[in-house]
């Protein structure tokens, strides 16, 4: 079994920062790519940012400038880094991951609001 945990969401300013976390854990030889989405109210989910396992990456354009994604293979976790945070950036963020042997797996989701 396989597990990916969130972390780093929650309130803040508008043009404030966040950093969210995405750990998996579990059976793990290896993760390809690796995902951030986010779904805001009334509206459908959407790719925010993505990366490969050899770092190559690809952002929304609503994001393009704003928000970096890494990773650290070693720790098995994906990284968001956003900044210039603006009120329609507020959503539940979801990660996922391609995991060797497990397919694709999503965490659980965690509120980001942006309001002052």
């Known amino acids: 079994q396989v597990q990916l945990v969130e972390s780093g969401g929650g309130l803040v300013q508008p043009g404030g920062s966040l950093r969210l976390s995405c750990a998996a854990s579990g059976n793990i030889h290896s993760i390809h790519d690796m995902r951030w989405y986010r779904q805001a109210p009334g509206k459908q989910r959407e790719l925010v940012a993505a990366i490969t396992s050899g770092g190559s990456t690809n952002y929304a354009d609503s994001v393009q400038g704003r928000f970096t994604i890494s990773r650290d293979n070693a720790k098995n976790t994906v990284y968001l880094q956003m900044d210039s945070l603006k009120p329609e950036d507020t959503a539940v963020y979801y990660c996922?991951?391609?995991?060797?042997?497990?397919?694709?797996?999503w965490g659980q989701g965690m509120q980001v609001t942006v309001s002052s």
């Open positions: 996922n991951a391609d995991i060797t042997g497990w397919g694709r797996w």
